[in-house]
């Protein structure tokens, strides 16, 4: 039988946990119940008391409660949580994690989410999830659902939201549940080719798609992240994790919007990860001619006399102007002299991306080439190689070649000074 975990302050919410307990009863799911609630008194009875919860994270309750500081005691709770159902999905008793919260209880049981591995279900029914929810989410693969109203008493609206939410992880936990151990079997026999990350965009997609397939005929998994902030702050997360035996990062439009004020920004922390964890990496400049924005008619007054494209009804995008791009060339060069491992960067002469090849409206050599000028100059001096390709980035020539250097970098990688033969 699948089991489903339920994790949430059970003094404020409890109504509504026994409701969503019984629900999945109902579908047939084993519910195991963790209460991180603090003050009152749990409504329903839990299965992990919270005292347990915060025992997990080196805390009493009732220190917590003395304290006086809910931040902490937030803070306590999450922690230990996250504790709690990695130890349940351990033994094998977590086939899904269910929560349900305003701001506080989202946070608590997100945290605990977050150090799930990929794949496990994850459901978060909340009413932050119309908002931002990338600090609920992170890199991780939890699925939120707008609760519409407040988790305030069961009513018209918000039964059929939890109803839906429910039934869905139950369906999701007995899927998991029955195919963990036929999972758990191919990985411990080697299925699965070498993984490799890429990053695109709309605007790269052509040139990717050609070393994702070259790389394919090479033997690699290729898994794609979209460089749409999330996806880049996926991308080095897994990669600081050691999950990739290559990076082949052709799209760094996610290092503009972080300089410029862009909505789809990585954070500042973008381009690092590989290179602090020594993993091969061939990079190139894809969609660095542009900066994304929301609608146009949320465009920043000081761009709105720029080169403006609209992408689609949700994006807009400015053209970098060549001061801009000799500033991502400066922190590109930056970011790549402090990699611990083997790296390389292709510069597509013609173009950076579908906008920007001959004959786009973005296409402007004086800009990308400033940003060549200062890349170069920034890796005059280090070990990082810097190869011009007369192509523009989405010809397919481009991508075969990017995709087979880092094939290359990854078989030296591979080879150890007692592997390498004699004369070598």
Same mark, same amino acid.
């Given at each position: ?52 919860? %915060?025992?997990? @994270? &080196? ?6 409660? $003395? +304290?006086?500081? #809910?931040? *902490? ?124 990350? %890429?990053?695109? @965009? &709309? ?6 798609? $050609? +070393?994702?397939? #070259?790389? *394919? ?208």
């Amino acid at each position: 039988m699948a089991v489903v975990v339920l994790v949430g302050a059970l003094d404020t919410k409890g109504a509504e946990y026994g409701w969503v307990r019984d629900r999945l009863r109902h579908r047939g799911a084993e519910v195991v119940v963790v209460d991180v609630g603090i003050v009152g008194e749990p409504v329903v009875r839990p299965d992990v008391p919270r005292g347990d919860v %915060a025992r997990a @994270a &080196g805390a009493e309750v009732d220190d917590l409660r $003395a +304290a006086g500081d #809910r931040g *902490a005691a937030v803070t306590t709770m999450a922690r230990g949580a996250a504790e709690v159902v990695r130890r349940l999905h351990t033994e094998g008793r977590l086939h899904g994690v269910m929560a349900i919260g305003g701001s506080g209880g989202t946070s608590m049981a997100t945290r605990a989410m977050r150090e799930l591995p990929l794949g496990v279900p994850k459901m978060m029914v909340s009413s932050m999830a119309a908002g931002d929810v990338a600090p609920y989410v992170g890199s991780s693969d939890i699925t939120m659902v707008h609760s519409v109203v407040d988790i305030a008493g069961i009513n018209r609206i918000l039964a059929p939201v939890l109803a839906n939410a429910a039934d869905a992880v139950a369906a999701m936990a007995e899927g998991y549940a029955s195919s963990r151990a036929e999972r758990s079997v191919r990985w411990a026999e080697g299925e699965g080719r070498p993984v490799v990350a %890429a990053s695109m @965009a &709309g605007v790269t997609t052509p040139g990717v798609d $050609a +070393a994702r397939e #070259r790389l *394919a005929e090479l033997g690699y998994e290729v898994l794609v992240f979209h460089t749409s902030g999330s996806g880049g702050r996926s991308l080095e997360a897994m990669a600081g994790q050691g999950r990739f035996a290559g990076v082949l990062d052709l799209t760094l439009s996610e290092i503009a919007d972080d300089l410029l004020g862009g909505i789809l920004s990585a954070g500042p922390d973008r381009l690092r990860a590989a290179g602090r964890r020594g993993v091969p990496q061939v990079v190139s400049l894809g969609a660095l001619d542009m900066i994304k924005f929301g609608p146009r008619d949320a465009l920043p007054e000081r761009f709105r006399d720029r080169l403006v494209r609209v992408h689609n009804p949700s994006i807009t995008v400015v053209r970098t102007s060549a001061a801009e791009c000799a500033e991502l060339g400066r922190r590109v060069a930056a970011k790549l002299r402090a990699a611990a491992g083997p790296a390389a960067v292709y510069l597509p002469r013609q173009g950076l991306s579908t906008l920007g090849a001959p004959g786009g409206p973005y296409h402007d050599p004086a800009a990308d080439g400033a940003l060549f000028t200062a890349l170069r100059d920034g890796l005059a001096s280090s070990d990082v190689d810097v190869v011009e390709v007369d192509t523009h980035l989405n010809d397919p020539e481009f991508g075969r070649a990017a995709a087979e250097r880092l094939h290359r970098m990854i078989g030296f990688a591979a080879v150890t000074p007692e592997d390498a033969p004699s004369g070598a």
